[in-house]
């Protein structure tokens, strides 16, 4: 199985954004940006699977297989700032995962 899925760009607003106070050279009106723009990408999974007997199956795949990442914050976005930089990417809404590639494998019996 080869699959290809499309995620279309995203605006990611903060939860911070409406309540949290920000100091007037960060604020969302100045040069600070409010939220954050996950781009859109293509995502490509591959799954073989190969039936042994009529009960055994094995099966191995690969999820996202170019590693595709949103980009980091910028030290510009709020997110960035509420949390003193302890993430790393968009967190919320983001559309597709920020761990890359993934691997998997199954051995199926059915009886």
Do not use: C
């Amino acid at each position: 199985m080869l699959r290809a899925n499309y995620f279309g760009e995203t605006n990611v607003t903060y939860f911070g954004n409406d309540h949290i106070g920000l100091p007037d050279e960060l604020s969302p009106t100045g040069s600070f940006l409010p939220t954050s723009v996950v781009e859109a990408a293509v995502l490509v999974d591959i799954n073989l699977e190969y039936q042994f007997t009529e009960s055994l199956s094995v099966s191995a795949g690969i999820n996202n297989i170019f590693d595709v990442t949103p980009d980091e914050l910028g030290a510009n976005e709020s997110l960035d700032f509420i949390t003193n930089q302890v993430f790393q990417y968009p967190v919320r809404a983001l559309p597709y995962g920020f761990d890359g590639t993934t691997y998997t494998a199954k051995v199926n019996f059915s009886f």
